[in-house]
């Protein structure tokens, strides 16, 4: 169940990093200089990796099963 939560967490950040990447093109990117600001496309991409990179900083890591059950002798 949390694998199909963490897929929609995945999904959200990486919309929101989309939009986010389009806002930042439309109000505050140049137009003629810059190659990754003066492309709408470029700057969406870039918003939508830098969402994702967030998503993977948030996934809760898997805890090893064998923790509990090691003794240090």
Not at 11 to 23: D, E, I, K, Q, Y
Not at 27 to 33: E, I, R
Not at 42 to 57: F, N, Q, T, W, Y
Request: proline share 3%.
């Amino acid at each position: 169940m949390k694998k199909v939560k963490m897929q929609y967490v995945y999904l959200a950040l990486g919309v929101l990093g989309l939009a986010g990447g389009w806002m930042y093109w439309n109000f505050w990117g140049c137009t003629d200089s810059c190659p990754i600001d003066s492309s709408w496309k470029l700057s969406m991409l870039r918003g939508g990796v830098i969402g994702l990179c967030i998503a993977a900083i948030l996934h809760p890591s898997r805890k090893k099963e064998n923790e509990n059950n090691t003794t240090v002798a």
